[in-house]
């Protein structure tokens, strides 16, 4: 899902010239800017990235969700290292290749974290620099590179584009010297954010192209202002921004109230984009074989206090349902339940949540409890369970649910586990012999 424009741009001659080496690293925080997260892709030349931080997305589309990705897009997604790829001196390659019977093939990749976004009344910052393919001209056509953020909820789900929220930090298409920045929220079409072609703006990038060197591209999201503001930057210059007032109040919440944001990267080859301009793409002409090139991806914050940590943390304390790392199939909304914050809700069979680095620590855990509440029918109920390290697992522990009294109505249900000690990755599963959705999930602990 990616902006669509219902303009026409003149292509320019093709252009070839040597990539620029990466920088040494990910760059310092500014003063008062404090680092999230980030991947500077060192490693040796030939290999995957790290599997801790991200996600290889493969096929035409997510199981279950749109086709092609939901854009037109024609590429087949791999983790073959012939298409994503570290170079060896620091630089992420996502490589499009075409082979004999013109069937292309290219790379994407997501963050294993789903939970960016900024501190109670501070900012957060996602930067990334990058090379765009090196080519223009008709050699272009159908070239598709981007690096942008997608609201977590879209995990699991796939239909609820574009409600949950998109931030496109940096779009190019057809070998165009431009960086486009947009975001798509509210509904699909039109709504607020005319869509499918979201609120954008373009700019040429500074000094040499978008093709022949690295440039930077950032985007913030303001909460220490009122109205909160969305920015976007290319080399620090800024050239789109949007305001909280600009969309109305639903609108704004529903991209910004829930968990947080997942960042990807993907070099697409043809599509609704890349064909509005210069359509149809790709084309005989088009060239294959000339990749992005990035050099780092790096979140920072600044003032609100803290940015909420990845999800993990000691068995003991209260485990927010919300802080997953990754889950499959549900929703997340605001609670009623004491204390205020977001609950997980739409939960049915197989759906899942997984929380990393879960510390039980040297005495064993034995006890399990979960905040949970149902409004769901007579005789629908299911089991909340609790695997280690795998969904695979066996569950060394579970509780059966059914109706409380509504979806807001909330019960702490405990449970026995089996012993556990040290650090694991702990999955929620949830197993229902009836389809519908039957419980809602605030949070939960361990204990002894």
């Known amino acids: 899902m990616r902006f669509r424009p219902l303009v026409t741009a003149l292509l320019a001659p093709i252009l070839v010239v040597v990539p620029l080496a990466a920088q040494a690293g990910v760059p310092t925080p500014p003063a008062g800017w404090t680092a999230v997260w980030s991947d500077d ?120 584009w574009p409600g949950i929220g998109e931030f496109d930090i940096m779009e190019n298409v057809n070998g165009i010297n431009s960086v486009w920045g947009v975001l798509h929220c509210g509904v699909n079409p039109g709504g607020p954010c005319n869509e499918t072609t979201g609120l954008g703006a373009s700019r040429a990038c500074p000094g040499l192209t978008c093709q022949a060197g690295f440039h930077t591209y950032r985007f913030e999201w303001d909460t220490s202002v009122s109205p909160n503001q969305l920015r976007w930057y290319v080399d620090g210059q800024q050239f789109h921004s949007i305001s909280q007032g600009q969309l109305p109040a639903d609108t704004w919440s529903n991209m910004t109230s829930h968990a947080g944001y997942f960042i990807l990267l993907n070099l697409a080859i043809g599509g609704a984009f890349p064909d509005a301009l210069n359509g149809p793409t790709p084309r005989a002409s088009t060239a294959p074989n000339v990749p992005m090139i990035v050099d780092y991806v790096a979140v920072t914050s600044k003032g609100g206090g803290t940015t909420p940590p990845p999800p993990t943390g000691s068995a003991y304390g209260t485990l927010q349902a919300e802080s997953y790392g990754q889950q499959s199939g549900m929703g997340v909304e605001t609670t009623t339940d004491t204390g205020g914050g977001q609950n997980l809700m739409q939960i049915s069979n197989g759906d899942w949540a997984l929380y990393r680095g879960i510390d039980f620590g040297g005495t064993a855990a034995t006890q399990f409890a979960a905040r949970v509440a ?75």
């Open 41 to 160: 892709f060192d490693g040796p030349s030939g290999t995957l990235p790290s599997s801790a931080n991200w996600i290889i997305d493969t096929g035409h589309g997510y199981p279950g969700g749109p086709t092609n990705w939901g854009t037109g897009e024609i590429q087949n997604y791999t983790n073959s290292t012939s298409n994503l790829a570290l170079d060896g001196t620091g630089n992420l390659r996502i490589t499009p290749r075409r082979d004999a019977a013109g069937n292309w093939t290219s790379a994407r990749i997501e963050t294993q974290r789903s939970n960016f976004k900024p501190p109670a009344g501070g900012v957060l910052a996602i930067e990334s620099r990058i090379q765009m393919p090196n080519v223009t001209g008709d050699a272009a056509l159908g070239y598709w590179p981007a690096f942008w953020a997608l609201g977590a909820p879209y995990r699991g789900n796939y239909w609820n």
């Open 374 to 448: 149902s409004g769901a029918a007579g005789g629908v109920s299911g089991l909340v369970e609790v695997r280690l390290d795998s969904r695979s697992n066996a569950a060394i522990g579970s509780f059966a649910i059914a109706n409380t009294g509504g979806w807001q109505s909330w019960r702490t249900v405990p449970a026995n586990i089996t012993s556990v000690t040290g650090v694991h990755d702990v999955y929620l599963t949830f197993t229902s012999g009836q389809p519908a959705d039957y419980v809602n999930l605030n949070w939960f602990t361990f204990g002894h």
